[in-house]
């Protein structure tokens, strides 16, 4: 396991039967084995490093020539949304199929409710994306922390 994975308790279950050692889930203060708690999950669910750099270049290109504001923001909303799965595989080693996902949909939402190139397919992309991040963020970490 690695931090970035969400550690419940049908994932504390698999990983023991598989031979893995209790102390890398071990809290430092009590010794018990713990699973992840709701801000630990909603920290895991959040691709902070990639929307911090869609939203940083965004800002860019948003100052750019007009003419090319829309396919450059195309671009970059692109392949931030396929380097989520990437960097997350290949930093924190994230195997899980569907915390890939999460992230990725967790991303969409985030550039939705920061300005993306959604806005000109999509009225009211804005207001969708926030709700949308709300709902990721507060009830996806509530479902996920029950397994």
């Given at each position: 396991?690695?931090?970035?994975?969400?550690?419940?308790?049908?994932?504390?279950?698999?990983?023991?039967?598989?031979?893995?050692?209790?102390?890398?889930?071990q809290d430092n203060n009590t010794g018990t084995?713990?699973?992840?708690?709701?801000?630990?999950?909603?920290?895991?669910?959040?691709?902070?490093?990639?929307?911090?750099?869609?939203?940083?270049?965004?800002?860019?290109?948003?100052?750019?020539?007009?003419?090319?504001?829309?396919?450059?923001?195309?671009?970059?909303?692109?392949?931030?949304?396929?380097?989520?799965?990437?960097?997350?595989?290949?930093?924190?080693?994230?195997?899980?199929?569907?915390?890939?996902?999460?992230?990725?949909?967790?991303?969409?939402?985030?550039?939705?409710?920061?300005?993306?190139?959604?806005?000109?397919?999509?009225?009211?992309?804005?207001?969708?994306?926030?709700?949308?991040?709300?709902?990721?963020?507060?009830?996806?970490?509530?479902?996920?922390?029950?397994?």
């Amino acid at each position: 396991m690695n931090t970035r994975t969400f550690i419940t308790k049908s994932s504390l279950i698999k990983f023991q039967s598989s031979g893995g050692s209790d102390q890398i889930f071990q809290d430092n203060n009590t010794g018990t084995v713990k699973t992840d708690n709701y801000f630990q999950i909603v920290m895991k669910l959040i691709p902070s490093e990639i929307v911090t750099t869609y939203m940083t270049l965004f800002a860019f290109v948003s100052k750019g020539p007009l003419d090319l504001i829309k396919p450059l923001g195309w671009f970059l909303f692109l392949i931030c949304l396929l380097l989520t799965p990437v960097y997350l595989y290949k930093i924190y080693k994230l195997k899980s199929w569907y915390q890939h996902l999460l992230s990725a949909t967790a991303f969409i939402t985030w550039a939705m409710a920061i300005g993306c190139p959604l806005d000109s397919l999509i009225n009211e992309s804005k207001f969708i994306g926030s709700f949308f991040t709300f709902i990721i963020c507060l009830i996806i970490p509530l479902v996920i922390s029950k397994k």
